[in-house]
């Protein structure tokens, strides 16, 4: 079983809907958390760390479930420009294990 | 800060050749790494370092070779190229291993 798990998508979405993405990771020691944005022939770039509390940072929500081992990030109000694969990726215990990154899903926002 | 640079941006090899990717950044990052991103297979650990003099193999080492000599530079060689290495090339660092990293442009890599 993979570490980190994403629906591949693609999620195709109009202008000013909410999505939200899920993924789930495998091991229950992970202390870290993060989605990743990655735009096309781009290297990814840091959307946001996941905290337990949940974090939103303007349009984007993110949160954690411990208990079931998986983190969400939400997007309200989609722009064109949201358009992109977004990377789910998880840390291991007291950052002595690289980051383990999900495949990603990708999201087309459409006009 | 320049943050992480990797050159060249692009490169084509024949299958045998060797070339010297290179990776620097200027965050004075203790950590580095290498991945390879590849069509539905998303990014794959090559190698990686937790500071100079120090390396360790990722989940797809093999035909990679890799050295620390600074804080600053963290070089990925390949050997003898093969068309199974067209790719492309992340490097990465951050502060220590396992918080947020960084990430260089990329270097797309095609071996005929």
């Known amino acids: 079983r993979k570490e980190v798990e994403q629906d591949p998508g693609p999620f195709n979405v109009p202008e000013g809907a909410t999505v939200a993405f899920n993924c789930t990771y495998s091991n229950s020691a992970s202390q870290s958390f993060f989605w990743y944005r990655q735009d096309c022939r781009k290297e990814p770039k840091l959307l946001m760390s996941?905290?337990?509390s949940g974090n939103e940072d303007g349009r984007f929500t993110a949160q954690l479930n411990r208990a079931s081992q998986y983190i969400s990030l939400l997007i309200r109000d989609s722009k064109l420009s949201d358009s992109a694969t977004y990377l789910c990726?998880?840390?291991?215990?007291?950052?002595?294990?690289?980051?383990?990154f999900g495949k990603g899903t990708r999201l087309s926002v459409i006009a | 800060n320049a943050g992480v640079t990797q050159t060249p941006k692009f490169q084509v090899l024949k299958t045998g050749q060797s070339m010297t990717l290179q990776c620097a950044q200027d965050m004075n990052h203790e950590y580095m790494s290498w991945y390879r991103q590849d069509p539905g297979m998303g990014l794959r650990l090559i190698h990686y370092?937790?500071?100079?003099?120090?390396?360790d193999q990722g989940e797809v080492p093999n035909g990679y070779n890799v050295s620390r000599s600074t804080t600053e530079d963290f070089p990925l060689r390949l050997l003898s190229a093969a068309p199974s290495q067209t790719s492309v090339y992340f490097c990465?660092?951050?502060?220590?291993?396992?918080?947020?990293?960084?990430f260089g442009p990329g270097t797309r890599l095609t071996v005929l």
């Open positions: 996941v905290y337990s």
């Open positions: 990726v998880a840390a291991g215990i007291s950052g002595n294990t690289p980051l383990v």
């Open positions: 370092s937790v500071g100079a003099g120090i390396t």
């Open positions: 990465a660092s951050s502060l220590r291993q396992g918080v947020t990293q960084y």
